[in-house]
């Protein structure tokens, strides 16, 4: 491999270490928002829990855990990324 497509393959996993960093950060806030409607709807009186406003309550988190679900899948995926570029590079 010439030195031009190495170079190529570095800005590319540069890439991929910057998009793996904004998802970790999207993980984190994602997570903080699941915690403050758990939190609301565990404060929630129990005559509203089983209410419109707790299923709401409920379901947000359900949705929230599904969006975590989907981006602890996704950081293993970009490390495997960089893991094979830097293999290529050599």
Do not use: C, H, W
Request: proline residues 2%.
């Amino acid at each position: 491999m010439n030195a031009e497509r190495r170079k190529a393959i570095k800005t590319v996993m540069e890439q991929i270490e910057a998009l793996k960093a904004t998802v970790e950060g999207l993980q984190s806030q994602i997570e903080t928002l699941r915690d403050d409607e758990q939190e609301y709807f565990d404060n929630m009186p129990e005559s509203l829990q089983g209410g419109s406003k707790g299923s709401a309550a409920e379901d947000a988190v359900n949705n929230l855990d599904s969006g975590l679900d989907a981006i602890d899948e996704i950081i293993p995926q970009l490390d495997e990324a960089l893991s094979s570029l830097a293999e290529a590079s050599n």
